[in-house]
């Protein structure tokens, strides 16, 4: 056998402490996660928002930086370019002087790092002094872009056997006719190196930096940077954008490196990393994770403590509901506040009151109606054998020439109708306490028998014939006084229900422990109406007397001797009872 299929989950299923603590619970969770997102995402935003604040202070460092650097090696070009003794030197054409000139020059104002050049007005180099000296291929390009520029100093990028060099033209010129002459060219060149870039970093607060030339990076402090990474930035200079460098994802910036002809000679990639504030944005929501777990726990521990409190009026409600459902009126709901719930209280007890004054009226009411049937019964049930024992004293009264047999007869009838009337009071006080006399083994063809010699003489003469089929030895355990009543009070309703003749038929049969006991008619049957309350007291369809009181009473008789009591809808004209009783074990 399978098992019934479980109900689906539903809220309805739970109790209202439930209900509303799941309810409460879930919208502070929606909350929490809204917020949460919410937070998240304005951390991001922000962080984007102060990288890029931070790429863009980086590049104006960087500029500044730069320009102060270039400005410095300005400076030290004009300086040593307006020096008499420099332009003295330099007007004797003589390569060893300006070179051994130069020397002692460059050791009084060199620059960390930086190399100086003495060019001639055709680009030869004259003399190199410093760090890393630059082998200059494009030489010619140099003094062409110095020659536009003259007698003011130029300046820019320039690449040198793969390396790239910031260079500072200067020349070196005398006043000749109105008109300046060019004498020399001085030439300071900062090499853009890994030392330079990590400079860069430094005073920048961890901005990274590379300079890519060509295919290749001149100079970075970026680990394992590709060109290949680099150039996947947006092309539009100026404008930061999202990559990923070395498995970071950064931010960059891109600026064009151009030559003192302004040419684009190289690139220089401006790089912050997300990591920090990645590492930032986790621990954020980490925290805010156990914030919201947290808030989650103690708002249902705090939900569950009020939501108890609160609906504690309402389970006094529910358990007053089910007293009253017990019929226990006299329950009341204390009133402790005046809000709503004290209301609903006070209105409960009102209730209470109307329900239990109109419960005592109308079963005040009723007990007067119950006397006045009961009285109407009892005096329907009296009037026969009254009418017998009455009948009868007369006629022995006045009649002086009866006969014995005479004598005899109206004195049996005396005898029937004053024990009839015994019968019915002791039936009464029964009702009233309740009794069950005890049974005994008795054979149910007599008391089936004495039923219907009891109703033989009505029978007959509404031409009504009786037949009982009953087996002489079937023995059953019962009173026998009070099991003859509940046949004679179903044979008297089946003669009530067949005024112009017809049949009874009493079958018997022995089923297991117990005899099936069986009567049928072929009077009018039960009709509809009747079936619902046939055997409630006071239930009566169809008699012009009577209360309605002899099926409920012949049924509660067959229950008090541990059998039973049924009416079948057997489709065939007329009304079939059934009883079930015990039958008597015959002892071998």
């Not at 990474?229 to 460098?245: I, K, P, S, W």
């Not at 209730?351 to 329907?380: K, N």
């Not at 007959?460 to 004679?488: I, K, N, W, Y």
Request: charged share 20%; proline share 4%; net charge neutral.
């Amino acid at each position: 056998m399978k098992p019934a299929p479980r109900p689906p989950f539903t809220m309805a299923g739970l109790s209202l402490l439930w209900r509303i603590l799941l309810s409460t619970t879930l919208a502070i969770t929606l909350l929490f996660a809204i917020a949460g997102w919410m937070i998240q995402t304005y951390a991001a935003r922000s962080s984007q928002s102060s990288i890029e604040r931070e790429i863009d202070i980086s590049l104006h460092s960087y500029e500044a930086l730069w320009s102060m650097r270039a400005a410095n090696l300005a400076s030290i070009g004009r300086v040593m370019s307006s020096m008499s003794d420099v332009r003295a030197a330099f007007m004797t054409r003589d390569r060893a002087t300006i070179r051994d000139f130069a020397e002692q020059l460059w050791k009084m104002v060199s620059e960390q790092d930086a190399s100086f050049l003495v060019l001639d007005p055709t680009g030869e180099v004259i003399a190199s002094l410093g760090g890393q000296i630059p082998n200059l291929s494009d030489a010619g390009q140099l003094m062409s872009a110095a020659s536009k520029n003259f007698p003011a100093q130029s300046f820019g990028y320039s690449m040198a056997s793969g390396r790239l060099y910031y260079v500072v033209l200067t020349p070196v010129y005398v006043q000749s006719a109105g008109e300046p002459a060019l004498l020399n060219v001085l030439l300071i060149a900062l090499a853009v190196n890994d030392k330079l870039a990590a400079d860069l970093k430094s005073s920048t607060d961890g901005t990274d930096f590379s300079f890519s030339a060509g295919d290749g990076v001149v100079a970075s402090t970026i680990p394992l940077t590709t060109v290949h990474d680099l150039h996947t930035v947006a092309a539009q200079e100026g404008r930061a954008a999202r990559l990923v460098v070395g498995g970071t994802d950064s931010l960059a910036l891109k600026t064009v490196l151009r030559n003192p002809q302004g040419q684009q000679v190289a690139e220089l990639f401006i790089v912050r990393s997300f990591a920090g504030p990645k590492q930032a944005i986790n621990e954020l929501q980490r925290n805010v994770a156990g914030i919201w777990l947290l808030a989650i726990a103690c708002g249902m521990v705090l939900t569950y403590l009020l939501v108890k409190r609160i609906l504690r009026p309402v389970q006094r409600l529910d358990r007053a509901a089910e007293e009253v459902i017990r019929r226990n009126y006299s329950y009341r709901v204390p009133i402790e506040s005046q809000d709503e719930l004290g209301r609903l209280a006070r209105t409960f007890n009102a209730m209470c009151d109307s329900i239990q004054e109109a419960r005592e009226e109308l079963i005040r009411g009723e007990r007067i109606a119950t006397i006045g049937r009961l009285s109407t019964s009892i005096v329907h049930d009296l009037r026969n054998p009254l009418a017998a024992i009455y009948g009868g004293a007369e006629m022995l009264v006045d009649a002086t020439d009866l006969s014995p047999d005479q004598y005899r007869r109206l004195a049996a009838n005396i005898y029937r109708g004053s024990r009839r009337i015994q019968e019915l009071l002791q039936e009464l006080l029964d009702i009233s306490r309740s009794n069950k006399r005890p049974v005994e083994v008795s054979h149910l063809h007599e008391i089936v028998g004495d039923a219907m010699e009891s109703v033989a003489r009505p029978a007959e003469l509404q031409g009504v014939s009786l037949h009982c089929e009953v087996p002489v030895d079937l023995q059953v355990m019962a009173d026998q006084d009070r099991l003859t009543r509940v046949f004679l009070n179903l044979l008297t309703n089946a003669l009530d229900a067949m005024p112009d003749g017809g049949e009874i038929t009493l079958t018997s049969r022995r089923d297991g422990n117990d005899v099936l006991v069986q009567m049928q008619d072929t009077g009018p049957g039960i009709s509809d109406e009747a079936w619902p309350t046939l055997f409630q007291p006071f239930s009566s369809f169809g008699k012009k007397n009577g209360l309605g009181l002899g099926l409920a009473l012949s049924r509660q008789t067959v229950m008090d001797h541990g059998g039973e009591m049924w009416a079948e809808r057997n489709g065939a004209l007329g009304a079939r009872f059934c009883l079930r009783l015990p039958a008597a074990l015959v002892k071998g």
